[in-house]
């Protein structure tokens, strides 16, 4: 009986610790970009992830029109603004791991990227990569 109440107790503690490890891998929430221009929504698209842009410290070009994707090799995607647009494309939990990986778009230069991300306290560190051994990084904070 001993030993029967020690192993309810060890097999609590086990899912009690993945729950609360799954729930502080949850990046949804407002994260601010690590050179503080933008604030990128994520939340939940179906199974995955995906984020959006929804603020730009400086949105408007200097005849005072929205900043648009201007760099987007599609001619008939350059006209979009850049609040509202999607950045981060189903980002899936990687089994096992505290990582999430999927797709990047980088509006700065028009290409989409390999990416993933990995939470750390309320720190999220977003990768994207070419050719998987070109890869930036950005630390990007959560403000809410």
């Known amino acids: 009986m001993l030993v029967h109440?020690?192993?309810v107790r060890a097999v609590f503690a086990v899912l009690c610790g993945n729950a609360a490890s799954a729930q502080s891998n949850d990046p949804t929430g407002i994260w601010i970009t690590g050179?503080?221009?933008s604030h990128?929504?994520?939340r939940a698209c179906g199974p995955n992830y995906c984020g959006t842009v929804v603020r730009l410290a400086d949105p408007y070009e200097a005849d005072g029109e929205p900043k648009r994707d201007t760099e987007n090799?599609?001619?008939a995607k350059r006209n979009r603004p850049l609040i509202g647009m999607r950045i981060l494309h189903d980002m899936a939990q990687v089994p096992g791991e505290a990582r999430l990986e999927g797709r990047i778009y980088n509006p700065e230069d028009g290409k989409e990227y390999a990416g993933s991300m990995v939470i750390r306290g309320n720190q999220l560190e977003v990768e994207g990569c070419v050719f998987i051994v070109i890869c930036q990084s950005q630390t990007w904070t959560r403000m809410k």
């Open 5 to 7: 109440k020690w192993l």
């Open 73 to 75: 090799p599609d001619p």
């Open 40 to 42: 990128i929504s994520v």
């Open 35 to 37: 050179d503080g221009r």
